[in-house]
């Protein structure tokens, strides 16, 4: 079965930075569309980055766009998202995802896409 297991969450004061990380398994990896979305209590989930796992093509939501990047290790099915310059307004549980009907189209999707979620990791930013 599907399994995306993040790691890297973790407390960082304004301006530091973090590397989560996504490892896929139980699928195809290649040939499909992983990102990260993030949420805060009372908000709707929100698309971070996306990456093609095929081309590696990326995508980014405005709010994020120069401060993060999201990457692949294709041979350990993973992704990660290197998280800079990082702000309160960042602070959220950051969860991988995985859409295995889309080659990523040009844009980062709503969360209501992905057909696989993580557990989430939790970003805080002081």
């Known amino acids: 079965h599907v399994q995306l297991v993040e790691s890297g969450g973790g407390s960082v004061q304004a301006g530091g930075s973090l590397r989560l990380s996504c490892a896929a398994s139980?699928?195809?990896?290649?040939?499909?569309?992983m990102g990260w979305f993030r949420q805060t209590p009372g908000k709707e989930r929100e698309g971070v980055a996306v990456?093609?796992?095929?081309?590696?093509?990326?995508y980014y939501a405005d709010s994020v766009k120069g401060r993060f990047n999201i990457s692949q290790d294709a041979a350990l099915n993973t992704v990660y998202l290197q998280a800079n310059s990082l702000r309160p307004e960042d602070t959220a549980m950051y969860y991988c995802?995985?859409?295995?009907?889309?080659?990523?189209?040009?844009?980062?999707?709503?969360?209501?896409?992905?057909?696989?979620w993580g557990q989430g990791t939790q970003v805080t930013v002081s």
């Open positions: 139980g699928y195809t990896y290649r040939g499909n569309c």
């Open positions: 995802a995985a859409d295995l009907t889309w080659l990523c189209g040009g844009y980062v999707p709503p969360a209501s896409r992905p057909q696989y």
């Open positions: 990456i093609s796992t095929g081309r590696s093509n990326t």
